[in-house]
């Protein structure tokens, strides 16, 4: 298993800011997962980190809006950058276990709100 | 395109009721089906998977039905209690390294149980 600390947990920001959510894996991985969850929608992949390369972004997301940091095999980042109130969602940050049977395991969410 | 389509969207059931909650794909690439399960303020956990192989498997009170020729699947909940009530993703994989190893994951199932 695989234990994710996710913060902030939630936070209010002013529209045109940016905000850097911190994902931190209590061990060592591979590749991480960055998903959007919007209200009554799915759990949207955004980009896959992995460590020392640039992130793998899915389409509908760019780097220069949701930049993502990769220092090590237990950190990651996602910035929302410039945000607009259509950000207002909850970012979660993921990782896999992939033996047998592929588990994600996910942290706990940053809950964002742009007003 | 969504490659998992969950429904319904909402559902309520008494306690003790059964909860049945359904799902459907069209890649036949997918080989893994897992059902996570997300409490309000936390991230989605792990529930209950299942390979093609099987048509059923059993944790509990948690079954999953698997129809390999229907492409459907779905999650029942036997004996439903409060604490059951969370919302619900099914998701699918291919699982076997290939460009589809990612999960795609439903549009999710607030599920709520009456007392």
């Known amino acids: 298993s695989a234990v994710i600390s996710q913060k902030p947990s939630r936070d209010i920001c002013q529209r045109g800011t940016s905000l850097t959510i911190q994902c931190q894996v209590d061990s060592q991985v591979t590749m991480m997962f960055w998903y959007r969850q919007q209200p009554g929608q799915s759990l949207t992949l955004i980009a896959t980190a992995n460590q020392g390369s640039e992130a793998t972004y899915e389409s509908g997301f760019v780097i220069d809006k949701f930049p993502i940091s990769r220092p090590n095999l237990t950190f990651s980042t996602l910035t929302v950058s410039n945000m607009s109130p259509e950000d207002s969602s909850i970012y979660l940050c993921s990782v896999e276990n992939r033996g047998e049977w592929t588990e994600a395991f996910f942290g706990q969410g940053t809950r964002l709100t742009v007003v | 395109q969504q490659q998992v389509k969950q429904s319904p969207q909402s559902l309520i059931v008494q306690k003790g009721g059964i909860s049945i909650i359904n799902c459907a794909y069209e890649n036949t690439a997918f080989d893994y089906f897992p059902w996570y399960q997300q409490f309000p303020g936390k991230g989605p956990a792990l529930l209950i998977a299942?390979?093609?192989?099987?048509s059923e498997k059993k944790e509990g009170r948690f079954t999953i039905s698997f129809n390999k020729s229907a492409k459907q699947f779905s999650l029942h909940i036997m004996d439903s209690q409060p604490g059951d009530s969370a919302t619900y993703f099914c998701a699918a994989s291919a699982d076997r390294g290939s460009t589809l190893g990612r999960l795609y994951f439903g549009r999710g199932t607030q599920l709520t149980v009456w007392p």
């Open positions: 299942i390979r093609p192989d099987v």
